[in-house]
């Protein structure tokens, strides 16, 4: 039950902080979802962060993790969001803005969970960088 718990209060602060960048980076004007697009890729960093500390030495304990990566970035990110706003994209014709979008998420996504982990490790390793 506590873990459960854990999950929600990290999945909700996620959640909240998602839809204040939202509202805030979103452009009505262009209908670019900037705020999704941070959110996701600030999300990857911070999961590979999290994760790269739980592995590295056991820095964080099961509780840690359930709080912090799947509650908080899997509140935080959100595939969903970003699977409608690539549809909408489709609807109208802006095949340009679909690709670009996509195809940028994913790139950046991935290099932010792999310098997310990286930072850990260079990091742990050399102490005298902080």
Same mark, same amino acid.
């Given at each position: 039950m506590k873990q459960l718990l854990l999950v929600f209060i990290g999945g909700g602060a996620g959640s909240v902080l998602r839809y204040i960048i939202g509202k805030t980076l979103n452009s009505s004007q262009t209908g670019i979802p900037y705020g999704t697009f941070a959110a996701n890729i600030l999300g990857s960093l911070l999961i590979g962060i999290i994760l790269g500390l739980a592995v590295k030495n056991e820095t964080l304990t099961q509780n840690h993790t359930l709080l912090l990566a799947t509650g908080f970035c899997g509140g935080f990110t959100t595939f969903s969001t970003f699977a409608y706003e690539n549809h909408v994209f489709l609807k109208s014709g802006d095949f340009t803005s679909f690709a670009t979008y996509t195809i940028a998420s994913f790139? /950046?996504? /991935?290099?932010? &969970?792999?310098?997310?982990?990286?930072? &850990?490790n260079y990091l742990w390793t050399n102490p005298q960088a902080i």
């Open positions: 790139i /950046f996504g /991935f290099l932010a &969970v792999f310098a997310g982990i990286y930072l &850990v």
